[in-house]
């Protein structure tokens, strides 16, 4: 499958297409170290696996992309933060990955180190993290700053061997566990409700079957200075009602105005009115990237709207086939 073109002119349903051959156990690249949440998630989508942790989300897309591993879990969106920045520009350049399914993940933070409360006056942790609790630290710990970490077990890890310049992690429970650290304060969330999904990331290969209740990820990006753009390519989505669950966009990188969309739609690709948006797409955008489809974690059966379902465009095409031939 050609997955990018140019020119103008996935907790239930989460496991994806088998990985390497029977028998043997998967390589998975994670966000490490051992502890984060995405080690969580990848327990949870492939329990027998082998993980394998890296230092950060473009690491561990490289280590699938060089061949070392067969899939990487990495995060990709949050209830409370959007869309991982670091997962979908690692996505939307370089070798072709795709999605291949989806884990969510729920997500509640404890404040774990050696020292009392009140004598904290800097916390470690992943930016997203802080971003869940920033709320909770202004009113408890007013004179705290932030110091971002790789991740949260990493910042759990650095403070348990004692090379860490702040005085306590924010990090999962487990986390605190594994290195040893008492709880100074527990599910300390700004949100008690917060989730992370998590992709599964492989190969170009197979494409998981569809289920009804799937995921499409693209990249598209618009035509620049035309007016009405982004009108053309959401249309491309509505007329064939499909919709969006989620929609971002990210700067192109080579001049400042130029954006991309980063865009989860509600279909696979095998139906017949997600086959129409693609060639919509590529009618009037001039570049879009396919980046998978797949189960959706946990989503109800696709409800779909009259006249968009395969027999309805199977219909249409074979009234005008009929028409030609009369």
């Known amino acids: 499958m050609q997955h990018e073109f140019e020119g103008r002119s996935g907790t239930a349903r989460r496991h994806g297409p088998h990985l390497g051959y029977p028998g043997t156990t998967m390589r998975y690249a994670f966000l490490g170290p051992e502890g984060t949440f995405c080690e969580e998630a990848l327990l949870s989508f492939a329990p ?16 699938v992309r060089g061949g070392a591993v067969e899939a990487a879990v990495v995060p990709i969106e949050n209830s409370v933060e959007g869309g991982v920045n670091a997962t979908i520009d690692s996505l ?11 884990v969510l993940v729920p997500i509640q933070f404890q404040l774990a180190g050696h020292a ?14 802080y971003a869940q609790c920033r709320k909770w630290i202004h009113q408890v710990m007013p004179d705290a700053v932030h110091h971002p970490v790789g991740s949260t077990a990493a910042g759990a890890k650095a403070l348990a061997e004692g090379t860490a310049d702040f005085d306590a992690a924010l990090c999962s429970r487990h986390s ?21 999904r998590f992709a599964v990331v492989a190969k170009n290969g197979r494409i998981p079957a569809p289920t009804g209740a799937d995921k499409t990820t693209l ?15 959401l249309e ?3 007329v064939r009602g499909v919709n969006l669950s989620r929609i971002e966009s990210r700067p192109i990188g080579d001049s400042l105005g130029r954006y991309a969309f980063s865009i989860d739609a509600e279909g696979h690709i095998t139906e017949e009115r997600m086959k129409a948006v693609l060639i919509g797409l590529h009618r009037v955008c001039p570049l ?10 946990d989503a109800p059966l696709t409800r779909l709207a009259p006249g968009t379902s395969d027999a309805d465009f199977d219909a249409a095409r074979a009234w005008v086939e009929g028409l030609l031939e009369s």
């Open 116 to 129: 009392e409360l009140h004598e904290i006056r800097s916390v470690g942790t992943h930016p997203h993290a």
């Open 288 to 297: 879009v990237r396919f980046i998978g489809s797949y189960p959706a974690a």
């Open 92 to 102: 939307s350049h370089g070798e072709y990955l795709v999605i291949i399914g989806e």
């Open 176 to 196: 605190a566990q594994k290195y040893g650290l008492p709880l100074i304060a527990e599910d300390v969330a700004d949100n008690a409700h917060a989730v992370t």
């Open 219 to 233: 990249l598209v990006h618009l035509a620049h200075n035309e007016s009405g753009g982004l009108l053309d390519m």
């Open 236 to 238: 491309q989505f509505a």
């Open 48 to 63: 027998d696996a082998e993980g394998v942790p890296c230092i950060d989300v473009p690491t561990a897309l490289d280590e």
